[in-house]
């Protein structure tokens, strides 16, 4: 059974398909590509492809000064205008590869078939690149869309709980973030580590429908788009400051805690909108709970570093820090927070609070 | 007297502004921005300017390689999301913040102020950017136009005779590949190193005019647009050659000649095809007269470099080489020809006699 829709984009439409089996249609049909592959997934690749490029998976390779070596290879494969890029991975593959396609001799054609269940249900969807600049996260980027999505199920095989986990946390999110219906819908599917196939895909389905809403309506997240950063950017310090050990959708799923935290402490919500959002953190709490080593990090994580880090987030404004929060009942707002010593502490307050209600899971 | 027209671009429509005194006006206007401007032009800026990132002008700076420095200064100087850019440079600098404000924060907006004639006639509007990597020129870039193009004319005063020439040499191009009555029109003018403001303004208005239709036709350079490569194909190979010795305007007006050699060597014209492509290679013969130390360096030019350089132009594609060449009565053809050990030879010849004709003009 293989489902397919439609993305509509300012720079052409888009095909994504979702199925099992499909990387192999891939490779056929784009015989000629030049492959930028995750190196962990070396095993998936017939034996006589010849111009492959290996990236490793961390968050070292999407960096600007990695980008150079690529686009040698590139030239050195002999990629000219009309060559097809076939990029297979995760996240940090999908970054580097919308960069370098959107760049390489001012834009080649690219294919991505995402990996990683984060890839599947969120990121591979929008077209957007996050690189990283001398350590600076995601300082610079862009807008460059594949001209087909291609999500085979049966890379899910090769994922562990926390890469499980931590694409359910996006598409909860997604889910979440386009209307209280699509999240009761989401946890209808009882979405799990240990889920089937078809589960899967219902679950990619619904939040990739849920996300192409968002991403239609704003593609360069100038307004609407600006909410699926929803446990973002108090996901991103956690990341920063535990040095990637915390992975990006682990650190969003805990951001969303701090966020429910953040709007109790401000009083945002009514009675409805706690019962709303509790829902939300009572599923990442139970999934968080196959993960013990994150209590670990947490218990380590000094939490100056992460205010600090919090405050770096190029997501803010001079006068202004910017999050999202859930409001009244339940629904989510971008919200702007002074800049000022209380500010900060509220936010350190909530990130304080949330923390040792995560480290409590496990007790 | 100021004039002025818009650009549609599918990224936003632009305003182009032609005038003197302009450069104080941007400043007042964008009282807040980041200043990216060319290091040769210091002294134009008042001395309470605060936010500045001075870039050299040359080959080097319009590198991946460099890129990484200049963000960094971009975000110590506290550019966000809405900081506005202000490019104030030639085309490197302009290539250099194409780039920048494209990728910064997955764009930031930006207005440009080209300070060459060449930039003011040609690459200021178009919104293309061409960066090397390891010293492969322009093998990565993108389209990313500013929201403004302001041309002072009070910069002209600042250029020498050779940047002056090059100016001219991609005016006298776009007005020929547009249309014989236009680039009649262009002769018309009586341009020269030595034109008055008004008659430079008349002459940028006809070149901008004249490109504006092949942007606005062929924004992602696929088809019409190509043809404004007449004259770069073979001027590329003549500056990386001599290392950038001869540079890009004066490259392309001997590329021009180049290319009307090819197109005898192989009877593509018909005599009015000849007289026509005369004309225009007179007026190249005229202006480059006053550069003898362009003699020089083609005296002693190796050829078979001259051949190599050509043959790695990342125009051509695995089979053929692109070129563009006047045919029939003298309209411009993007043409393919074999990348057999023939078709290097007639290129080749094309280029010996081209630059013997260019030697003897000064003997």
Known sequence: MQKSFEITSSSGNYQVTIGKGLLAASLNKHASAVILIDDFLTGVLPADEKKIIYVTAVEGSKSLE????????????????????????????????????????????????????????????????????HGYKNLIGNFYPPSEVIIDLDFLRTLNAEQMIGGLFEAAKICYARSPSEFAAYLADAPSINMSPDQAERIILRSLRSKQWFIEIDEFDQKERLLLNFGHTFGHALEAATEFRISHGIAVGIGMIVAEEYAKQQTLLTPTGIKCIRQMTSHVETLLHKLPEVAKELRSLDIDLLSEKFDNDKKHLAEQYRIVVPKNDGILELVQVPRTAQGRANIKEAYRVALERVINIFH
């Open 66 to 133: 990695e980008a150079a070596p690529i686009v040698i290879k590139l030239r050195e494969l002999g990629a000219h205008r009309k060559t097809h890029l076939l990029a297979i991975g995760g996240g940090i593959i999908q970054d580097v590869s919308t960069f370098l396609a959107s760049i390489y001799m001012r834009g080649i054609p690219w294919s991505y078939l995402p990996t990683t269940l984060l890839g599947m249900v969120d990121s591979c969807v929008g077209g957007k690149s996050s690189i990283n600049v």
